[in-house]
Antibody, heavy 119, light 107 residues
Framework: QVQLQESGPGLVKPSGTLSLTCAVSGGSISSSNWWSWVRQPPGKGLEWIGEIYHSGSTNYNPSLKSRVTISVDKSKNQFSLKLSSVTAADTAVYYC????????????WGQGTMVTVSS | DIQMTQSPSSLSASVGDRVTITCRASQGISNSLAWYQQKPGKAPKLLLYAASRLESGVPSRFSGSGSGTDYTLTISSLQPEDFATYYCQQYYSTPPTFGQGTKVEIK
């Protein structure tokens, strides 16, 4: 079965760029699914960041669009998130997730990775 | 963005109780609604999608209903493993948005 695993630095300095990768195993990133990033600040709710299709098509949350880039590497079966100009407000657990079929209901999630923005 | 409002924000219930959580969208979402369960330190788990379709492997005590702007998650007989936080999410329009969560605690 498909599994997702996030990786990347757990600490990023203010004004820096947060970079995370989500490795897809047990299936192909070139399947007919969209792949998303979702974040959750400590003790708070869930916020969708954006998504990518294996073709490279992307959609972003307008609230973050100016700072977000999501890319796909089909050769490595993974996709990545870059969030620039980070502040303490970007401190959160970051999840990668797969959208189910033609929906944007997320049926498979990574375990999440905590990213702290601090000097 | 479509705003999703859940109620209540928290509730206390006993094992065996019937529990209902509601979710209201700021505009109609044509049943494009998912429900998730999240336990501390864990990723959310998809319970239902398309408002009422049970995800594979999810116990049948979970059910969903609703239409238009108003939706409901029902747990018919609360089990010890059901104590968690529940989120609704609309995927009718981009960006997908989540409710603020409902924490189900032990009475």
């Amino acid at each position: 079965q498909v599994q997702l695993q996030e990786s990347g630095p757990g600490l990023v300095k203010p004004s820096g760029t947060l970079s995370l990768t989500c490795a897809v195993s047990g299936g192909s990133i070139s399947s007919s699914n969209w792949w998303s990033w979702v974040r959750q600040p400590p003790g708070k709710g869930l916020e969708w960041i954006g998504e990518i299709y294996h073709s490279g098509s992307t959609n972003y949350n307008p609230s973050l669009k100016s700072r977000v880039t999501i890319s796909v590497d089909k050769s490595k079966n993974q996709f990545s998130l870059k969030l620039s100009s980070v502040t303490a407000a970007d401190t959160a657990v970051y999840y990668c997730a797969r959208a189910k079929g033609t929906t944007d209901a997320f049926d498979i999630w990574g375990q999440g990775t905590m990213v702290t923005v601090s000097s | 963005d479509i705003q999703m409002t859940q109620s209540p924000s928290s509730l206390s219930a006993s094992v065996g109780d019937r529990v209902t959580i509601t979710c209201r969208a700021s505009q109609g979402i044509s049943n494009s609604l998912a429900w998730y369960q999240q336990k501390p330190g864990k990723a959310p788990k998809l319970l239902l999608y398309a408002a009422s379709r049970l995800e594979s492997g999810v116990p049948s005590r979970f059910s969903g209903s609703g239409s238009g702007t108003d939706y409901t998650l029902t747990i018919s007989s609360l089990q010890p493993e059901d104590f968690a936080t529940y989120y609704c999410q609309q995927y009718y329009s981009t960006p997908p948005t989540f409710g603020q969560g409902t924490k189900v605690e032990i009475k």
